[in-house]
């Protein structure tokens, strides 16, 4: 679909770049010329994808650890990187997310998923932006949003809640930054199975069991829809396009709402069984890293 290089000469900064649908993207990029940069809180899996992804499609993959949730540190690596040269583009991808009962979430895990969605992705799309508005560059963000912006989550509230001020940074900042030539947009995918969404999202199912069943389509998203619908936004193909959320969900939230609305029907023994299964994930998670 795309031309050779299409991206050459671009610098891009993918946050949450290590794994998922971040590693997809930064794929797709490097694969079209693009210098990318990579961050997260993990450096080391940062590093390996950075590894991994050079030797696949060559080019040049930077790995940055850092927690978006600590705005000096968002504030350095930027630094670190403008100091080269500046960026071209920015993709806010980094996020968090479980499935809960409001009543069962304590201020503690609202903060785990607010600080990194919401106060995260402000930090670095602030402190790319600062940058280019200072030096006179013109400047493109994609942000990863959920569908729910538009009609509410149930039972994934701190994240309906976070997502939605990005879809509002994004529309405002579109009208604010855009006579310096700064686009901003967003995508916001239906069910793409990764390991982390279907882990903490579908504790005990079938990834994509639950989308394939109510999808108009009868299916999930692939990460390479993702990677086409990404590469076009910053492409320059359409560079008219600020401000919009687009979605990419197989029209499910038109038809069902495309949230978790059907959760309502849980017994306590049912969010019992998610709750364990997801303290378990992350448990494993931790044991890994050590």
């Keep these: 679909m795309f031309a050779p290089q299409l991206l050459a000469g671009r610098r891009i900064l993918v946050t949450g770049g290590g794994t998922?649908?971040?590693?997809?993207?930064?794929?797709k990029f490097l694969g079209l010329g693009a210098e990318v940069h990579i961050c997260g809180r993990r450096k080391?899996?940062?590093?390996?994808?950075?590894t991994e992804l050079m030797a696949a499609h060559g080019g040049h993959?930077?790995?940055h650890g850092v927690d978006i949730r600590d705005a000096a540190a968002v504030e350095a690596m930027v630094e670190t990187i403008f100091a080269r040269g500046p960026?071209?583009?920015?993709?806010?991808?980094a996020a968090g997310n479980f499935i809960a009962r409001t009543q069962d979430i304590s201020s503690r895990g609202f903060d785990a998923v607010a600080n990194t969605v919401m106060h995260g992705t402000f930090y670095v799309t602030h402190a790319v932006g600062r940058r280019w508005i200072a030096g006179g560059h013109r400047g493109n963000v994609v942000s990863i949003t959920v569908t729910w912006v538009r009609n509410g989550g149930p039972f994934v509230v701190p994240s309906a809640m976070s997502k939605a001020a990005i879809h509002a940074m994004t529309m405002s900042l579109?009208?604010?930054?855009?006579?310096?030539?700064i686009r901003l947009n967003t995508i916001a995918p239906g069910e793409i199975p990764t390991e982390g969404m279907s882990k903490r999202l579908n504790p005990g199912e079938e990834p994509g069991a639950r989308t394939k069943a109510?999808?108009?389509?009868?299916r999930v998203g692939t990460l390479e829809e993702l990677q086409n619908l990404a590469t076009f936004l910053i492409s320059g193909g359409c560079d008219w396009i600020n401000g919009e959320t687009i979605a990419m969900d197989g029209a499910q939230a038109l038809a069902t709402g495309g949230n978790f609305y059907e959760l309502r029907t849980w017994s306590d023994?049912?969010?019992k069984a998610a709750r364990d299964a997801i303290v378990a994930q992350n448990e494993?998670?931790?044991a890994q890293r050590r």
């Design 20 to 27: 998922g649908l971040g590693k997809a993207m930064t794929a």
């Design 214 to 218: 109510a999808n108009p389509m009868g």
């Design 174 to 181: 579109a009208a604010e930054w855009g006579r310096y030539g």
């Design 44 to 50: 080391s899996v940062c590093d390996d994808t950075a």
């Design 61 to 63: 993959v930077e790995s």
């Design 284 to 286: 494993k998670d931790k």
């Design 269 to 271: 023994a049912d969010w």
């Design 87 to 93: 960026l071209t583009d920015l993709v806010n991808n």
